[in-house]
């Protein structure tokens, strides 16, 4: 996973609440057992509807999703997760998220801010009206903010997953922090004892 420090680009405005991890990625692309390729099955029951969101060109290359209160609720898969940034996405900004989507989120490397509900309206307003809106997300600062918009809004993020993020930890990468302590411990145990690797 790569540290994350700043967050910075034109978002697209989902105004849609209650997104679950089926709409997220629809069952019949959960076949695949790596985790790229997901991206062209992001919301791909709605991408059928040449209007959604996501088929506007102004919001090609958008690196920021925001979207309406309860995103990522439902399902445990991590494929949601993987299908948002192998699109390109690498923040999800909702007034409230999934826990376990969130969860999913900060151990792969895409970063879910949590802002209150008129913040979360008041960006997905201003990027309607102007695409090309730019939004920093500050993971250090724990902030947001659209300064040409006249936002700027703080998030919480505890400082466990802020030191996750920020050193591009994730669970194998948090592991190996203690990599001489394993191999201490590996090296003093009995011969007949199975061993790692």
Same mark, same amino acid.
């Given at each position: 996973?790569?540290?994350?420090?700043?967050?910075?680009?034109?978002?697209?405005?989902?105004?849609?609440?209650?997104?679950?991890?089926?709409?997220?990625?629809?069952?019949?692309?959960?076949?695949?057992?790596?985790?790229?390729?997901?991206?062209?099955?992001?919301?791909?029951?709605?991408?059928?509807?040449?209007?959604?969101?996501?088929?506007?060109?102004?919001?090609?290359?958008?690196?920021?999703?925001?979207?309406?209160?309860?995103?990522?609720?439902?399902?445990?898969?991590?494929?949601?997760?993987?299908?948002?940034?192998?699109?390109?996405?690498?923040?999800?900004?909702?007034?409230?998220?999934?826990?376990?989507?969130?969860?999913?989120?900060?151990?792969?490397?895409?970063?879910?801010?949590?802002?209150?509900?008129? $913040?979360? @309206? %008041?960006?997905?307003? /201003?990027? &309607? !009206?102007?695409?090309?809106?730019?939004?920093?997300? +500050? $993971?250090? @600062? %724990?902030?947001?903010? /659209?300064? &040409? !918009?006249?936002?700027?809004?703080?998030?919480?993020? +505890?400082?466990?997953?802020?030191?996750?993020?920020?050193?591009?930890?994730?669970?194998?990468?948090?592991?190996?922090?203690?990599?001489?302590?394993?191999?201490?411990?590996?090296?003093?145990?009995?011969?007949?004892?199975?061993?790692?690797?």
């Amino acid at each position: 996973m790569e540290p994350i420090r700043v967050v910075s680009g034109t978002a697209v405005p989902l105004d849609r609440s209650d997104v679950d991890t089926d709409q997220i990625i629809p069952s019949d692309w959960l076949k695949k057992v790596e985790r790229t390729g997901f991206g062209k099955g992001l919301f791909s029951e709605w991408r059928d509807e040449r209007d959604f969101v996501l088929n506007r060109p102004e919001h090609a290359g958008a690196t920021i999703l925001i979207a309406g209160p309860n995103f990522g609720t439902g399902s445990s898969r991590e494929h949601a997760v993987w299908a948002l940034m192998d699109y390109g996405f690498q923040a999800v900004i909702s007034p409230r998220f999934g826990d376990i989507f969130r969860n999913n989120c900060t151990k792969a490397g895409l970063l879910p801010v949590q802002v209150s509900g008129e $913040v979360g @309206r %008041r960006l997905l307003e /201003a990027v &309607a !009206a102007d695409p090309t809106l730019e939004i920093t997300v +500050d $993971v250090e @600062r %724990r902030q947001v903010s /659209a300064p &040409a !918009a006249g936002i700027e809004s703080d998030f919480p993020l +505890d400082p466990f997953t802020q030191h996750r993020l920020l050193n591009g930890l994730d669970d194998i990468g948090l592991t190996m922090q203690h990599e001489t302590d394993i191999a201490r411990h590996e090296g003093a145990r009995a011969a007949w004892l199975p061993a790692l690797g």
